[in-house]
Each structure stands twice: as C-alpha cells, then as structure tokens.
C-alpha cells in the first residue's frame, strides 16, 4: 500500500508491521536525465519490492533531498547536511513506527546517502522504537553494480524502463561525450577529488548508451527480488540487542 495514495482509513486498515521508505536525491545526471532521478528509482524499487515480498507493507512517500553537495557546481542540485539527513530520516521512521510501522526499510537511490543511512539506522534500532535496515538497490544487482558510475548504463536503463518520457535521449550523445570513464581521480587508493565536477565535464560517469530499456528491466527485477528476501528476514528476524557491560 503507498501510504501517498491511500487515505487515513486506508492505512489505518492496514495488518502490518513493516514499512518501506524510500530515499532519494535531487542532483544533476547529466544533460540527459532528470535531477529526480535517485528518487525516480528508488520509488520504483520500493514499489516493486513490496510486490515482490508478497506480503503486507506500506511505501511511505520519498524523501527527495539527501546528502549531494559532491554535484552542486551543477545547477538545479539540492543538498542538506549528514545531520539534517540523519535528523529527517530518523524523524519520520519515527512517525512511521508511531502508527505501528516499526520495521523499516530505507530504499536508497544515491551514493552519497549510504553513510548517513548506515549510521542512522544503526541508531534508530539502538535507541528508538524501530528497527531500521538500509537497502540501496544498485548494490543489489549483481555484476551490473561495477557498471554503476552516475547518469550512466545503469542509471538511464533504469529511466528508460520506468521513466522513459523523462530521458532526453536527443542529449544521449553529448553526455557521452563529456562523460567521465570512473568515479574520482585516484592515486596510491585513495580519491583525490570531492566533488563530480572535478573528473567529469557534465556530470556523467560511464556510457549511457549502454542502459536499453531492457536493460532496466532486468535491473529492477533484480533489485525488486533481492528487496523483496530482506524485506521477509526483516519481519521475521528477532532483533535482541547486546546487553549492556
């Protein structure tokens, strides 16, 4: 159920414990794909997971801004800080599991909220009334994952597949050619640069001529099952916590 669509009644009715939140950015992907594309992703991941898992949850709406001041020389890109972010997602787990809802997925679209997501999962299921578990899909695809890059085959196959009205595929050829081949600049292992707009002309890390439709299909299956297995050992795990020394 997308708690977005449904009225009180709707939710109220609803026999579950287990919630999925989608979590996204608002951030440049090049010439060619929308700044929503992180929550574009995410929304349909969550989405398909649900189905996937077979069981009862609810899909809270997403939050659009996370923690992306790595792509703001590009215009249109939003960010906040780690603590806001933490705060925001936090706050509304909180909410969730105030109705119930006490079981919760983070379903990430961007990169750059994996560490904040980690550690304010971790912190909510330490001291709050939830458990949180964090899932970002594109570490969930197998070998299409070191394809990953930014605006790239994995991001506008996605996009091609669920959003495709939203990809100006008449810019496809001038992202490729401002396109960076990697994330970062690296040296001895270590990334030299913070920001995208140190190694890439257009926000573009790897080939978007590389992420057919079909392509985005098998992608979101892919996420969608892998979501769909946490989602069970999330509502049946037992979830004791270390005593204290």
Do not use: C
Not at 7 to 19: G, I, Y
Not at 36 to 59: F, I, Q, S
């Amino acid at each position: 159920m997308n708690l977005f669509d449904s009225t009180w009644t709707d939710a109220d009715a609803a026999e579950t414990d287990l919630a999925l939140l989608p979590v996204g950015s608002t951030e440049q992907h090049g010439p060619h794909a929308p700044l929503g594309t992180d929550v574009l992703t995410a929304e349909a991941v969550a989405e398909a997971g649900a189905d996937a898992y077979g069981g009862e949850a609810v899909v809270a709406p997403a939050i659009p801004v996370g923690v992306a001041a790595e792509h703001r020389q590009f215009t249109g890109t939003l960010w906040v800080s780690p603590d806001t972010f933490r705060d925001y997602v936090r706050e509304t787990v909180a909410s969730l599991a105030h109705h119930g809802w006490d079981r919760v997925v983070l379903v990430n679209g961007h990169g750059g909220n994996v560490g904040a997501l980690r550690e304010v999962a971790g912190t909510i299921t330490r001291e709050d009334d939830a458990y949180a578990v964090p899932f970002t899909w594109f570490d969930a695809v197998g070998d299409h994952g070191d394809e990953m890059g930014h605006g790239g085959p994995l991001e506008t196959a996605m996009l091609r597949h669920v959003a495709p009205d939203l990809v100006a595929e008449e810019r496809v050829a001038e992202a490729r050619e401002g396109a960076s081949d990697r994330w970062g600049e690296w040296v001895s292992y270590s990334n030299l640069a913070y920001d995208s707009a140190e190694f890439t002309e257009n926000g573009v890390v790897g080939d978007p001529a590389d992420g057919p439709a079909e392509r985005g299909a098998e992608l979101l299956e892919l996420a969608s099952e892998a979501l769909g297995r946490l989602l069970e050992a999330v509502e049946s795990r037992d979830v004791p916590l270390p005593p204290h020394k």
